[in-house]
């Protein structure tokens, strides 16, 4: 599980340099983008399809990974008006904070042993409520931005994460004997 503070060097060392150290702006602005977005990645929902055997439940347990993909991250930009020396600042910014191994985790009822597969098309977000937590942190933090600008932000963010795959998704858990195969909609959660 990623921490706010690895989240926010991980973003600020994003940042291409100009000098020895990281710009106070870069900074701030790396910090409101970080506890923006750890404040919204509990509300991401993972749905797929759970194959396995039957239980009374199973646990969900997965891994989640997010390429780096700059052209995801550029063209959100681009569609909506962040360009120049910010664009492309931000964009190797996120790619270094939000790319990633993520999990997925929770619990399945009706399925013991079993696994699944994904894609980021399987999450299911608000991108507007990760708009309005970073504007009120980067507002924390000093940084108004306009509109345009926090929409085209989440847009990247989510951008990158539609671009993720599941590497290992499993059930795990005790099937009943005898036991029964069955598929079923399952519903978990990224940290």
């Known amino acids: ?13 994003g940042f291409p340099h100009k000098g020895v150290s990281s710009s106070e702006f870069q900074k701030r602005l790396s910090s409101g983008i970080s506890l923006a977005f750890i404040s919204w990645l509990p509300s991401i929902q993972f749905h797929s399809l759970a194959t396995g055997f039957t239980s009374s439940q199973g646990f969900i347990s997965g891994t989640f990974i997010v390429p780096s993909n700059q052209l995801s991250v550029s063209s959100s930009f681009k569609r909506n008006g962040i360009l120049g020396v910010l664009s492309s600042d931000l964009e190797l910014a996120l790619l270094s904070g939000i790319s990633g ?11 013991g042993a079993g696994g699944f597969t994904g894609t980021g098309m399987n999450l299911v ?8 937590l970073l504007e009120s942190s980067l507002k924390g933090e000093g940084i108004l931005l306009s509109s345009k600008i926090l929409f085209g932000i989440s847009d990247g963010i989510c951008s990158l994460l539609n671009e993720g795959v599941v590497s290992l998704g499993l059930i795990k858990g005790v099937p009943f004997q005898p036991p029964v195969a069955l598929s079923l909609p399952m519903v978990a959660t990224l940290s």
Request: glycine content about 10%; hydrophobic content about 45%; overall charge neutral.
């Open 125 to 132: 977000y608000d991108r507007a409520s990760l708009s309005l």
């Open 1 to 13: 599980m990623r921490t706010l503070v690895d989240l926010s060097l991980s973003v600020l060392q």
């Open 101 to 111: 191994t993520y999990t997925i985790g929770g619990l399945l009822i009706g399925l």
